[in-house]
């Protein structure tokens, strides 16, 4: 499974910006999907999730009720729209699928693909 991002790019605060990340291959609809950012000088951490079958969705506290997760299998993408944003937002993020077979959802290690990266920068 190859993952491209992209959507990433500067914005003021309070703004918003919509992340894609597309997905190579037939069996899309089997993986979990999830966005994870590190900031400069941080760890990777997580940031939200969608299960394979779409009914479960899982944001970090930082984000909630401020991004929102969709996936769309017939397009094998995933989006993250991401509102009133704040510098402390500003890192790399990337997409990561993990196979249906897995629970952890929260967890980076859990994750068997990645995509590259697309950067969010935030100015205050």
């Known amino acids: 499974v190859q993952l491209v991002e992209s959507g990433g790019g500067l914005v003021q605060g309070g703004g918003s910006l919509s992340l894609s990340c597309v997905a190579s291959g037939r069996t899309f609809s089997t993986y979990t999907m999830g966005w994870f950012r590190q900031a400069p000088g941080k760890e990777l951490e997580f940031v939200s999730a969608?299960?394979?079958?779409?009914?479960?969705?899982y944001y970090a506290d930082s984000v909630t009720n401020r991004f929102a997760i969709s996936r769309d299998d017939a397009k094998n993408t995933v989006y993250l729209q991401m509102n009133g944003l704040k510098p402390e937002d500003t890192a790399v993020y990337y997409c990561?699928?993990?196979?249906?077979?897995?629970?952890?959802?929260?967890?980076?290690?859990?994750?068997?693909?990645w995509g590259q990266g697309t950067q969010v920068a935030v100015s205050s």
């Open positions: 969608i299960d394979w079958r779409g009914g479960t969705i």
């Open positions: 990561a699928a993990q196979e249906g077979s897995k629970s952890d959802h929260l967890n980076k290690q859990m994750y068997d693909y």
